[in-house]
């Protein structure tokens, strides 16, 4: 059987325990998987993409098929590039339903291929957001249970908290 190839793309800014479990759990289904940091001009990162992609090899490094990448442009373009077989994002709350839900029907349309599949968020990480973690983490909150231990040292120093 052909090698089976899945990208967990996001933002990822920066990278959080929720997102991990959802990286973990992908490699643990598909022989690879890549990490895909979507650069996005109109929103304003607090992490430049080098700085996100450096987050996240460090807070995958014990997974050895797991790779990071970075891309502009549509989606699905890149994973026809990358010849992926599946895309793999997390479900938290119901609001994201609505939003996966027609992201999904817009990459089927541009891509029939490729399949997209969802991952229950684990209930300790259901309401975890990158957003929330830089909300918390710029008035010197304890992130160290929601962020990898890098994450956090990164978030002090954006935050100038040292
Ligand atoms: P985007 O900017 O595309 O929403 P994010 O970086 O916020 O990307 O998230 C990337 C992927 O990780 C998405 O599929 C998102 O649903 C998922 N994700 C984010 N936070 C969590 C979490 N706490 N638990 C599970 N999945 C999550």
């Given amino acids: 059987m052909s090698s089976r190839l899945a990208i967990c793309p996001g933002s990822f800014d920066p990278i959080t325990y929720g997102h991990l479990d959802i990286i973990e759990r992908s490699a643990k289904v598909f022989d690879h998987v890549i990490v895909a ?74 891509y029939e291929e490729i399949e997209t599949f969802y991952i229950m968020a684990n209930n300790k990480y259901s309401f975890l957001s990158s957003s929330v973690v830089k909300e918390v983490a710029k008035f010197n909150a304890n992130v160290s249970d929601l962020v990898p231990e890098a994450v956090e040292k990164a978030l002090k120093e954006k935050f100038n908290l040292n």
Avoid: C, W
Wanted: zero cysteines; charged letters at 30%; hydrophobic letters at 40%.
């Fill in 37 to 110: 940091v979507f650069h996005n001009e109109s929103k304003s990162p607090l992490f430049s993409i080098e700085e996100r992609m450096d987050l996240i090899s460090e807070a995958t490094k014990h997974l050895h098929n797991v790779s990071v990448d970075s891309h502009g442009g549509l989606l699905m373009d890149y994973a026809k590039k990358k010849k992926a077989n599946a895309l793999v994002r997390g479900l938290r709350a119901i609001s994201d339903f609505e939003y996966e839900l027609q992201i999904t029907s817009m990459n089927r349309k541009l």
